[in-house]
């Protein structure tokens, strides 16, 4: 036997590129390419998914759980996790134990199918995710608009002839929030079709140098931008009556009255960007015939995220582009079923115990999990689960929260890797290599610019006894809930309760049906491949266990597939599904108590007030602020042990402007002392006319030098943690999000 080729989907950021592996015949993964027959990527890939062996093959990857820094068996570790939590239970109560949910988790099949079962599990109201240090401004915003905090619409790249692009820097990050393989080919083609890219940001980033037009615009006054191109739609009437949105809009009366005292001359000078430009960008967007404003992580991690995520439909609605093809659409991923109870949305159900953040998704803020950990008193936080995060690095203040980590009774990681986090772990338990582990986007299908499925079976078995990350997951679930019983149960209960559910719910395509009747029709795979069948089966492409489909009018869109299985999708359609472009569906998936887009929300509206005020007395502004940066051969902290992605010049600079380097009386290479309310770094400076004068800029995830880490490459290539100058007590209200960018900051040249 030799070499063999294995297909998946790559499993490192957000634009699920199809990939070809080569491997050899004891498993290792000897090449990776762009699969060519993927119908969504089409052979598309980036340096990090060119690694991808590397990661696989990583000699720092632990094969083992630790207990105590020692290897041991799967039996001891789960034993000790089991024992440990049960005490810190007894002795503190449920909400003594928090969960913090990591990045990587949303780029795995068993992440979004076991997380909330952990937490379920535990019955506590401690869950913390990255989703605070990076999206939840947008889950708000489309919950308080559309009802479902996951409808969240997507700019359709491949159909657009406008795009106005805020805090969005794809030709690093390949997107998020709008997957797409080859972002940057889809930003050229609509150029090439005569179409019109605007990119505002405070930096002239690699995306702002491919657009028609980069807005220099100051960090953390989006929110000022945006309320002045709604000004000036209303004042110019400019605002479309689109036919397809007629009769289902609230608000637009509220939204004008708000938006008058946000003319353009009044936010020109927060915001730098000139009064007629601001006119014009507006005009522009409301001539375009299809036009999506799309905004990303730059706007969400701000004072003013949620306002910032809810402009950005509010324009598209007004200029008549939401739900329809070229604008901002919403997808429609093959395993969600279209048919599901939904509850309007809200937050606040219940408040963080120190400073009294509202809930918002199930969540508390990142930003409070040191107040939680650190101060006494009735539902302190003594124990932590974490899964696939590495908030010692991306936490804002971080290095409090590290040392709040150190002072935990018990902690529990489900890492692959001994990183900054983890080392304060009890226990760490290692999911197998990414090439022995199944993968379908669950999370990341739900905001592709096509629809799109593609299972990838495991590319290599795994060892007898070597539990997969769902066993893992599964049985950290079952251990957390101190029952005892068997992991496969709790698939089976989930199961279970969804097919209870699907024959019980109006507009289900298995109404009436008998539960059991339709267990029996499920995969024989695992029960990881049997739950995603289900959900396929009863998706709006799905066989519907041979029912009625759910979606009968223009079925499988482009490609003219119904009837999906798993079966089928991962026989027929090895190197991935194209369900087609967008479809119009807001139908579907408006949730809210009116039945309307709720285009002014109260709470929105109720947090203009901040953003007047700010307006009216902008305080102590003028001084220098961090922003954050993005590299096409990094993600967050993940890939820094990965040779291939470290190696040439240092990427982790403070990049300044050169005024600014002048007035410091620094020049490149020279080192910089960052100063904030959270703390200090010194960083290695890098004048370059690209940012804009008063803004410095340094990428995050980096700051690999803390003792008890296990990763070689990634110690050799420290760089400086950012983190260490953000401040968790700025968040953005609403959201509960931490302020990264727009940190005010002093300077001075380091001695
Ligand atoms: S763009 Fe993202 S999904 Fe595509 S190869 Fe690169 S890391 Fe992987």
Redesign the pocket.
Known sequence: MGDRTAFRT?P??????G?ELTLDEAGAVTRVR?DEKDPF?KG???????TLGSLDGDPDRLAEPLVAGEVSGWDEAFETVGRRLAEVVARHGRDAVAVYIGNPTAHSIAGPLYGSAIVKALGTRNLYTASTADQMPKHVACGHMFGDPLAIPVPDLDRTGHLLMLGANPLES?GSLASA?DFPGRLKAIRARGGKITVVDPRRTRTAALADEHLFIRPGTDAFFLMALVHTLFAEDLVTSAEHLAGRVNGLDDLRALAVDFAPEDVASVTGVGAATIRRTARELAAAERAAVYGRIGTCTQAYGTLNSWLVDVLNTLTGNLDRAGGAMFPRPAHAPVYRRKRPFTTGRWRSRVRGLPEVNGELPVATLADEIETPGEGRVRALITIGGNPALSAPNAARLDRALAGLEFMVSVDPYLNETTRHAHVVLPPPRPAQTPHYDIALTGLAVRDYARYSPPAVPLPEGRPSEADILARLAVTASGTGADPARLDEMIIRATLEKAVALPGSPVLGREPDELRKMLDTGTLTEQRLDMMLRLGPYGDAFGGEPALREEPGGASGVTGLTLTRLRTEYPHGLDLGALKPRLDEVLCTTSGRIELCPSTCAADVDRLRSALRDPGTSGGMVLIGRRHLRS?NSWLHNVPELVRGSNTCTLQLNPADADRLGVAAGDTVRVTSRAGALEAVAEPTDTIMAGVVSLPHGWGHDRPGTRTRVASRHAGVNANAVTDEQEIDPLSGNAVLNGVPVTLEAAR
């Not at 490192?12 to 590129?17: G, H, N, Q, R, T």
């Open positions: 790559c490192l950021c957000e634009a699920l590129c990939l762009g990527s598309y890939i980036c340096p990090k998914g060119a390949n393989p993600n």
